[in-house]
């Protein structure tokens, strides 16, 4: 089993940064190498969305589009956690923002593919 745990969201101004962190609690024997995931966010009354994805080395990454560019995703497996680094934040870009993990098998837009989740943390940007 994995859990994970996110910290690092807040409300910010329009323009500003936030980095999130999604900290993995690993079973024995599991090496937070073997673990690909990322980000995912959901607005109030949309549908969740893939924001910004990375593999298990943090070599191969995905952003969407609406993100690229502002987002940085990276992973450190010596302190298994992934991070999300947000700059030049805008009011669209609030939502709960969700960290998600899957073992081998690189990264995957498909939600369903991700075996753990972590609670969510709240990000709200104001104009």
């Known amino acids: 089993q994995v859990q994970l745990a996110e910290s690092g969201g807040g409300l910010v101004q329009t323009g500003t940064s936030l980095r999130l962190s999604c900290s993995a609690t690993?079973?024995?024997?599991?090496?937070?190498?073997?673990?690909?995931g990322g980000w995912f966010r959901q607005a109030p009354g949309k549908e969740r969305e893939s924001v910004a994805l990375?593999?298990?080395?943090?070599?191969?990454?995905y952003y969407a589009d609406v993100v690229k560019g502002r987002f940085t995703v990276s992973k450190d497996n010596a302190k298994n956690t992934i991070y999300l680094q947000m700059n030049n934040l805008k009011p669209e870009d609030t939502a709960v923002y969700y960290c998600?993990?899957?073992?081998?098998?690189?990264?995957?837009?498909?939600?369903?593919?991700?075996?753990?989740w972590g609670q969510g943390t709240q990000v709200t940007v104001s104009s």
């Open positions: 998600a993990a899957r073992r081998y098998g690189g990264w995957t837009l498909n939600e369903g593919a991700y075996d753990y």
């Open positions: 690993l079973a024995s024997g599991h090496t937070f190498n073997d673990y690909n």
């Open positions: 990375i593999n298990w080395s943090g070599d191969v990454t």
